[in-house]
């Protein structure tokens, strides 16, 4: 049911990871694997949307993806996660990943992405989710912003599909 009755606060579906970058987690450099990080990523906004709706969740898209900076072997990776707008059956959620030198604790922005995921009902199709309360204004900031990318993904969704049209 969506509706007053069902809405949420934003802050609830607040997530905060920790993981260590292990010798399995890196290339031939010494560096993170991109996939390993996206899949840290993918479990993050996972957790934030079924703090959200309740309900299983799956990956539908992830948008803008841009490694800032490099991740080491022995760093620690702090991911921050959140429902940023939540739509009937899908949200955005927004994660940040933040790259920690253990030794020195200087700290990197190393990548931020948005995820789509969409809520399943318990026959496995698209379920209704909660609305999303934005109290605060990096909330309300960070929902104006994810209406504004749903706008142009449905954009862009569109043109594919004229110019897949015979």
Same mark, same amino acid.
């Given at each position: 049911?969506?509706? #007053?009755?069902?809405? !949420? $606060?934003?802050?609830?579906?607040?997530?905060?990871?920790?993981?260590?970058?292990? $010798?399995?987690?890196?290339?031939?450099?010494?560096?993170?694997?991109?996939?390993?990080?996206?899949?840290? &990523?993918? !479990?993050?906004?996972? &957790?934030?949307?079924?703090?959200?709706?309740?309900?299983?969740?799956?990956?539908?898209?992830?948008?803008?993806?841009?490694?800032?900076? $490099?991740? !080491?072997?022995?760093? &620690?990776? !702090? *991911?921050?996660?959140?429902?940023?707008?939540?739509?009937?059956?899908?949200?955005?959620?927004?994660?940040?990943?933040?790259?920690?030198?253990? *030794?020195?604790?200087?700290?990197?922005?190393?990548?931020?992405?948005?995820?789509?995921?969409?809520?399943?009902?318990?026959?496995?199709?698209?379920?209704?989710?909660?609305?999303? *309360?934005?109290?605060?204004?990096?909330?309300?900031?960070?929902?104006?912003? #994810?209406?504004?990318?749903?706008?142009?993904?449905?954009?862009?969704?569109?043109?594919?599909?004229?110019? #897949?049209? $015979?």
């Amino acid at each position: 049911m969506r509706g #007053a009755d069902s809405a !949420k $606060p934003a802050r609830r579906s607040r997530v905060e990871m920790t993981e260590i970058v292990l $010798p399995e987690d890196t290339n031939q450099y010494g560096h993170a694997w991109g996939g390993r990080v996206m899949a840290l &990523i993918d !479990k993050a906004a996972a &957790i934030a949307a079924v703090r959200h709706s309740r309900t299983n969740v799956v990956t539908a898209s992830l948008d803008s993806l841009t490694f800032r900076a $490099p991740v !080491k072997l022995g760093h &620690i990776l !702090k *991911l921050y996660a959140a429902v940023n707008a939540a739509f009937h059956s899908s949200m955005e959620v927004g994660v940040k990943v933040v790259s920690e030198d253990p *030794l020195t604790a200087r700290q990197a922005h190393c990548c931020s992405a948005f995820v789509t995921m969409v809520a399943l009902g318990g026959d496995g199709r698209p379920t209704a989710v909660p609305r999303l *309360l934005a109290g605060r204004s990096e909330e309300r900031r960070r929902q104006r912003d #994810a209406m504004r990318r749903r706008r142009a993904r449905l954009a862009q969704r569109e043109r594919r599909r004229r110019r #897949a049209r $015979p």
